[in-house]
C-alpha cells in the first residue's frame, strides 16, 4: 500500500464540531440554509447536538422539498431569522474545528450567509471527510457520505436532513480515525 503525500494523522482532533446544512439549492449567491445541524465532540465524546430550522423569505424549491421532506410550513412555524441561526452556531460551536463532507460546500455558504447577516467569517480550522476519505480510501470508487456510510456499516436511513447527514458524518470521521491511528 503506498503512503499517502500528507500525513492523514493531521486531520483528527478529540475536540470538534460536526457541521450539515440543508439549503435551498446549491449556489451560495442565489440560495439559502434552511437547516443547520450540530454534533459537539469534545474528548471525543458527544456531548451536544442541535438542530435548527431557519425562515426564509423565498418559497421552497419542490425539488429541495421532496429532497430534504422541509416544508415551508414547518420554517414559518419552527424556523429562526439567518442571524439568530449564526449566533447559535457559533456560540456552541465557539473555536472549534469543523468536521463536514465536503466541507468547501458548507463554508462557502455560511461565508455567504455572514457576509448577508454583516457578521465575521468564521475562522475556524474545517476537516474534510470526503478529502481524507481519499487519501485513506485510495482504492473506493465512491466518496460520497452515503457511499461510505454504506462502506462502514453505518447506519444512514434519513438522507438529505442536517441531523441524520452530521450523525453519518461523524461515524464515517471516526471509522476514518481508526484508520489512521492504525496505521
Known amino acids: 500500500k503506498k503512503k499517502p503525500a500528507v500525513d492523514p494523522l493531521l486531520y483528527f482532533v478529540s475536540d ?4 450539515d446544512l440543508e439549503t435551498t439549492g446549491l449556489d ?9 445541524a450540530l454534533i459537539v465532540v469534545i ?11 431557519v425562515s426564509t423569505e423565498k418559497p421552497l424549491p ?8 422541509i416544508t415551508e410550513y414547518e420554517l414559518r412555524a419552527n424556523g429562526i431569522p439567518m442571524e439568530d441561526a449564526l449566533f447559535e452556531l457559533f456560540e456552541t460551536v ?3 474545528p469543523i468536521v463536514c463532507h465536503n ?8 461565508c455567504e450567509a455572514c457576509r448577508r447577516a454583516d457578521e465575521c467569517e468564521p475562522e475556524n ?11 485513506l480510501l485510495p482504492d473506493a470508487t465512491d466518496h460520497k457520505l452515503s457511499a461510505l456510510a454504506e462502506y462502514f456499516g453505518v447506519e444512514y436511513p434519513k438522507r438529505h436532513r442536517a441531523l441524520p447527514d452530521c ?17
Open 43 to 53: 474528548q471525543d465524546t458527544v456531548v451536544e447536538k442541535k438542530q435548527i430550522l
Open 16 to 19: 470538534y464540531a460536526v457541521l
Open 103 to 110: 466541507a468547501g460546500f458548507e463554508q462557502k455558504f455560511l
Open 28 to 36: 451560495e449567491k442565489k440560495d439559502s440554509i434552511i437547516e443547520i
Open 125 to 135: 480550522r474545517f476537516i474534510d471527510t470526503l478529502k481524507v476519505s481519499k487519501l
Open 167 to 183: 450523525e453519518a458524518t461523524y461515524a464515517v470521521y471516526c471509522k476514518l480515525k481508526e484508520i489512521a491511528l492504525a496505521d
Open 94 to 96: 465557539e473555536d472549534l
Open 62 to 69: 419542490d425539488e429541495i422539498v421532496r429532497l430534504t421532506g
